[in-house]
């Protein structure tokens, strides 16, 4: 594992973090930390462009659906807080595994309890609450595997993937919506929330246990 008290000196040379992205780019626990956050905001996206018509589709006034669209910007802002609040009693990345899992269940369930009004709202509060606690995670545990030296390089290497997807992935989906209908949209939804948060318990597993055997005298 990197140890960013050596990475984060300023005046760090090109060739030091070259080397630095070298190295994290042929080692799995990058490549984790790009499934996790490409897969999640490509659901992310695909929410923003097709929830309204989907709450439509289910029954509900154009109104109500995009007054409850709206509130993911406001929820957004909650998940943010939560998410600062419980990095300091747990790992930024269970967390936002656990959330993640909670917007694939939201995102699941919308097709068949989205047609009542407290159950859309309820998926809405659910998928809401991951919204944008990628942009407080991933810096956080970039820093804090890798030290800062390298920080942009690396965050963009993962942006590359995340913009594409978030590109694409609504073209995706309105594809499959006309293919086989809202249902396997959510379903690919869910699915994807979900490949984020197994990459992210991966991604605390190998990091666990590589400062277990740092810790274990030779």
């Not at 300023?10 to 956050?37: K, M, S």
Request: proline share 4%; with cysteine.
């Amino acid at each position: 594992m990197f140890d960013p008290a050596r990475t984060d000196r300023q005046g760090a040379t090109t060739e030091e973090r070259a080397g630095i992205v070298r190295a994290a780019t042929r080692r799995r626990p990058f490549w984790l930390l790009v499934i996790a956050f490409t897969a999640n905001g490509g659901a992310a996206a695909v929410m923003a462009v097709l929830l309204i018509t989907h709450l439509i589709h289910l029954g509900h006034s154009p109104v109500l659906a995009a007054t409850l669209a709206g509130l993911l910007g406001v929820l957004s802002v909650t998940g943010r807080l939560v998410t600062t609040g419980l990095q300091r009693r747990m790992p930024a990345a269970l967390i936002a595994a656990a959330i993640f899992t909670l917007q694939g269940v939201a995102a699941a369930l919308l097709p068949l309890a989205g047609r009542t009004v407290p159950g859309a709202v309820g998926c809405v509060l659910g998928f809401g609450l991951g919204f944008g606690i990628a942009s407080i995670t991933l810096p956080h545990l970039l820093v804090e595997r890798y030290g800062t030296a390298a920080y942009a390089s690396l965050s963009g290497r993962i942006a590359a993937f995340s913009v594409a997807d978030k590109a694409l992935a609504p073209l995706g989906a309105v594809a499959l919506r006309q293919a086989a209908g809202y249902a396997w949209v959510m379903a690919a939804v869910a699915l994807a929330c979900v490949v984020a948060a197994f990459a992210l318990l991966a991604y605390h597993r190998v990091s666990f246990r590589q400062i277990s055997n740092q810790g274990v005298p030779s």
